[in-house]
């Protein structure tokens, strides 16, 4: 299967975005595994109930109410998480100053739960997501969507994003370059495609020495109909430029 070369793709999106300079702004760079291993579990736990907030959601109205939903949940401490009864948990997803939706209050404990199962082993859920080789990202994605709460599809390949984990993201946009080319014809989750998929960004980075991020964040810029001109427009601006 003949694919496109990253030159083709970079220069592309150059054209697309006003220039090497300009296209580069827009390019979002992973933390470093050190970093990453730095970050409480606490963090990790944040970001993981903020994706799956803004599932289906406004992701400007998630990002308003947090802060309420930070002291509502004591800044997503593990601990005091996993000693919440039922009942709390229900009271805490009845308070108007969150977005009052009961099943994903519960996964809140549920994905509470997943990090301190890894952590017994790992020592940290950071350590766990740090060590985790980006040249099989999906199998993390897999991880969390089998063993965490209500992360599948989009919503842990998100969350690994914004935390600064490197992995490409499965948008519209990177879809469609991915079935333009032949590099997947199936269902864009299933274990085919998946395998396909990290195959071909894994020739991508070793080619151009390129992360998964940047790589994804190309892709998107090189092809669609995408008008972000600046990286620091934020999180909704991803979403809506890479067309999760």
């Not at 827009?26 to 599932?55: C, H, I, M, N, W």
């Not at 309420?68 to 401490?77: L, M």
């Not at 805490?92 to 209050?105: F, G, N, Q, S, Y």
């Not at 964040?217 to 601006?237: K, P, Q, V, W």
Request: net charge negative; aromatic share 10%; proline share 3%.
């Amino acid at each position: 299967m003949k694919t496109e070369s990253y030159q083709s793709i970079y220069q592309r999106a150059c054209e697309r975005k006003g220039g090497e300079q300009a296209l580069e702004s827009l390019l979002p760079r992973p933390l470093s595994t050190e970093v990453l291993k730095q970050l409480g579990d606490d963090r990790y736990l944040a970001e993981l109930t903020r994706k799956v907030f803004q599932s289906g959601f406004v992701w400007r109205i998630v990002d308003q109410k947090w802060p309420d939903f930070e002291d509502i949940f004591w800044q997503f401490d593990i601990e005091k998480l996993l000693m919440m009864p039922d009942d709390m948990l229900e009271r805490k997803a009845a308070d108007p100053r969150i977005i009052r939706h009961l099943k994903k209050v519960w996964s809140i404990r549920d994905n509470a739960l997943m990090i301190e199962d890894v952590r017994k082993e790992h020592g940290s859920f950071g350590e766990f997501v740090a060590e985790w080789p980006s040249t099989d990202i999906t199998s993390l994605w897999q991880f969390l969507k089998k063993r965490g709460s209500r992360l599948g599809g989009n919503t842990g390949p998100y969350a690994l994003r914004a935390l600064g984990k490197d992995t490409f993201l499965m948008t519209r946009d990177v879809e469609n370059y991915l079935r333009t080319w032949g590099i997947i014809d199936g269902g864009v989750g299933t274990q085919t495609s998946l395998r396909q998929t990290q195959a071909f960004f894994n020739q991508l980075s070793e080619d151009s020495g390129r992360s998964l991020t940047e790589l994804s964040r190309l892709i998107s810029l090189s092809i669609g109909d995408n008008r972000i001109h600046a990286e620091e427009a934020g999180e909704e601006s991803l979403q809506k430029m890479e067309m999760a």
